[in-house]
């Protein structure tokens, strides 16, 4: 068995020789990050990339505008939530377009369309409790839309991929944090 396990590995080794390494790393050093080995359709990626940029834009604003709109009995420790998704979203969009350069693409941040690369709305809410609401759908928006990316790359990239798992794990506490809130309200 030991030399059956043994002959299988040297007929077909787990890593790359080194010098076949080095010498692909030498060729089209030009696209820096992105090696022979990228099996994902870059160009693909970057679009959906430059979606999810626009998503987390446009909930920034949305969170920004519902923490100094938050008014009422409870809206301190709602703002404060607000603000704090807020600036996590900010994080998330730096992450993105960080990623977006190092596979040679531009992030689009021109606000011309934004609303229309996003997958969430941007929806004001009249009340506390509707701006919850409207914050926790967008949740599940980017909850589902990065599930999808995720299950898109599967091992094609998986640096996007892991970046995009981290993500999709602080929008799974926003909406559960949003869940919490609307049943506190609700008390």
Do not use: W
């Amino acid at each position: 068995m030991a030399k059956a396990k043994a002959a299988s590995t040297t007929k077909h080794p787990f890593l790359t020789d080194i010098k076949t390494l080095r010498a692909r790393a030498r060729r089209h050093i030009e696209n820096g990050a992105v090696t022979d080995g990228y099996r994902a359709d870059r160009a693909t990626v970057i679009k959906l990339l430059n979606e999810a940029l626009a998503t987390e834009l446009v909930c920034i604003l949305r969170y920004k505008r519902h923490f100094f709109m938050a008014s009422g009995i409870n809206a301190d420790a709602v703002a404060q939530e607000f603000l704090q998704h807020a600036t996590e979203e900010q994080g998330h969009a730096d992450l993105i377009a960080a990623r977006i350069v190092q596979l040679k693409g531009e992030p689009n941040f021109n606000p011309d369309g934004l609303a229309m690369r996003s997958h969430a709305e941007y929806v004001e809410g009249d009340s506390l409790v509707d701006m919850i609401k409207e914050d926790l759908v967008a949740e599940r928006i980017a909850i589902e839309s990065y599930g999808e990316m995720i299950r898109y790359l599967g091992d094609k990239d998986v640096t996007t991929r892991r970046m995009l798992e981290d993500i999709l794990a602080m929008e799974e506490e926003h909406a559960d944090d949003l869940s919490s809130l609307l049943e506190d309200l609700g008390r």
